[in-house]
């Protein structure tokens, strides 16, 4: 009886998925972003039109008690550390953040953990039937994916009554439909790079204005250090706006007893961190003046919860290490030149350690596919120094013959343009390599997707993720040998190059250039993730 519900409960959840994916269009939300950046109130209009619709009023949002943060790097990782402090004071918190890595409920957390497969159920069909029922009085709309998933964050964590949302900005600021929120507790700005530059501005100052475009008036804002020319943007924003601007210490800068350690590795983590501190600490004083729960906050920033919930944070996706032996897979998201840099800087400090472990022989393989504008060839340029033995790139299709995969569907871009891109990241690497004649590749498009590219030198290009770490494994990493998973056919040839990998004592594989291929690759590496 206990099976059957849970089919029920798989077969309606995964039905959900489904309708979810119909509100991806070939326009795409980028697109429609793009036609209305010039004019954000109309945008904002319409999203307080399609909340009102789900039943929903925006004076609602403010028992929410939200933590707003944005930024171009680190702001998943500092709203993670803002929410596990704020959870280690014993407070119910909500989370919503974006992409997801392998199902899609993981935007929407409930004290830390993705809502159950029943609760996303349950919440989405009430938003989207009322959103259906409406759609004919409204010339037939319905809000694009992201806009969708941010009125459901905010009817599951309004109907879950949780004490505090820390909301992660999908695009920029100022037009992110997550921007309808108007009286946050406190809001936060990360690093700031070059990003989404056909939409937010061709320059960090550009970006820096929609960054700034959060701000509140009399809501406290902090930022991490910046540029001048980007800083001197915010603190003329929010004079603007009318809100104060700090921009938070160095973490050492900090009281605490002994070393303060992160759950997220990484260098650059050291700064979200410092954010995450103040955006908490802000919450925690406003919390604890209403005298909800009659407790006094002790300043400074020295409390024992908040030192163990930065200890505590996990963060999956981000400089991530799986060791699943003899094969050791780093993955980091990292989809910016700048965070590839920090990307770089994380995998060469944690390497040598491992390979010291390794007692033999090693061989070093990048797994690498990045998306939509980004600057291929200038993070393909930073990773050359790392010295891999291979270069692998596929496209984020997490298996090329699957029978339900709705999480990970992308329906706003082609399997054509997908292939080319590897190619042209393929060619990329040679060139960087001092390899320019081009690859004599023939891709099979039209008879559906090829079984793999023919290899030149040390790059392959293969169809999809599952076969990509099947071909690096070589059978060694027992997560992929599942009977279930299906093994693509590989040329002899192909076979024949792989002889180092079947050999050396350890594999070494960073996987980075998208979130998107980092969850895929998670899906077949982590089977928990899936449950």
Not at 107 to 135: A, D, H, S
């Amino acid at each position: 009886m206990k099976s059957l519900r849970s089919c029920s409960i798989m077969n309606v959840f995964q039905d959900a998925v489904c309708t979810l994916n119909t509100l991806q269009t070939n326009a795409s939300a980028l697109e429609q972003v793009k036609r209305e950046r010039g004019h954000p109130q109309l945008q904002l209009q319409a999203m307080r039109g399609f909340l009102q619709r789900a039943g929903l009023k925006v004076e609602e949002l403010d028992r929410l008690n939200i933590i707003h943060v944005t930024g171009t790097k680190g702001k998943g990782s500092t709203c993670a550390f803002t929410e596990q402090i704020l959870r280690k004071y014993g407070f119910r918190t909500g989370f919503y953040s974006s992409p997801h890595l392998v199902q899609v409920r993981e935007r929407i957390r409930i004290n830390g953990q993705p809502i159950g497969k029943e609760l996303f159920t349950k919440y989405f069909w009430q938003v989207y039937g009322r959103l259906e029922e409406t759609k004919d009085a409204h010339g037939g709309s319905m809000p694009a994916y992201f806009r969708f998933l941010t009125i459901l964050a905010f009817h599951v964590f309004l109907q879950e009554k949780v004490d505090s949302a820390v909301i992660e900005v999908g695009i920029g600021g100022a037009y992110d439909c997550t921007n309808i929120i108007r009286r946050p507790w406190v809001c936060g700005i990360s690093s700031l790079g070059i990003d989404h530059t056909s939409i937010l501005g061709d320059t960090i100052e550009k970006i820096a204005g929609q960054k700034g475009g959060i701000f509140k008036l009399g809501v406290p804002a902090f930022t991490v250090k910046q540029p001048d020319g980007p800083m001197k943007v915010l603190q003329e924003r929010a004079e603007e706006i009318g809100c104060s601007l700090s921009v938070c210490p160095d973490l050492e800068e900090y009281e605490s007893e002994g070393s303060l350690s992160l759950g997220l590795a990484g260098h650059h983590q050291r700064s979200n961190a410092s954010l995450a501190l103040q955006l908490s600490h802000t919450w925690l004083q406003r919390h604890f003046l209403t005298g909800a729960f009659g407790k006094t906050l002790y300043s400074p920033i020295k409390i024992y919860d908040v030192f163990t919930g930065l200890a505590e944070t996990e963060w999956p996706g981000r400089n991530q290490t799986l060791k699943h032996s003899p094969v050791t897979y780093f993955l980091d998201g990292a989809h910016t030149t700048r965070s590839m840099l920090a990307c770089v800087r994380w995998f060469n400090e944690v390497t040598p350690q491992h390979e010291r472990n390794a007692g033999g022989s090693v061989v070093r393989v990048l797994l690498f596919n990045a998306t939509g504008e980004r600057d291929c060839a200038a993070m393909l340029k930073l990773l050359v120094p790392c010295h891999f033995d291979f270069a692998v790139f596929c496209p984020n299709i997490t298996e090329a013959i699957t029978t339900c995969n709705a999480d990970q569907q992308n329906f706003n871009v082609s399997v054509e343009n997908m292939l080319t891109r590897c190619l042209d990241n393929q060619q990329s690497w040679r060139v960087l390599n001092g390899q320019e004649e081009k690859p004599e590749v023939e891709l099979l498009i039209g008879g559906g997707l090829p079984l793999v590219a023919e290899r030149h030198t040390d790059t392959l290009v293969f169809p999809c993720i599952l076969s990509a770490l099947q071909w690096i494994s070589q059978g060694r990493d027992s997560a992929l040998s599942d009977p279930n998973k299906c093994v693509i056919p590989i040329k002899p040839s192909i076979k024949a190059k792989a002889a180092p990998l079947r050999e050396a004592v350890s594999i070494h594989v960073l996987i980075t250039g998208s979130l998107h291929l980092v969850g895929g690759a998670l899906k077949h590496l982590d089977p928990s993730l899936n449950s």
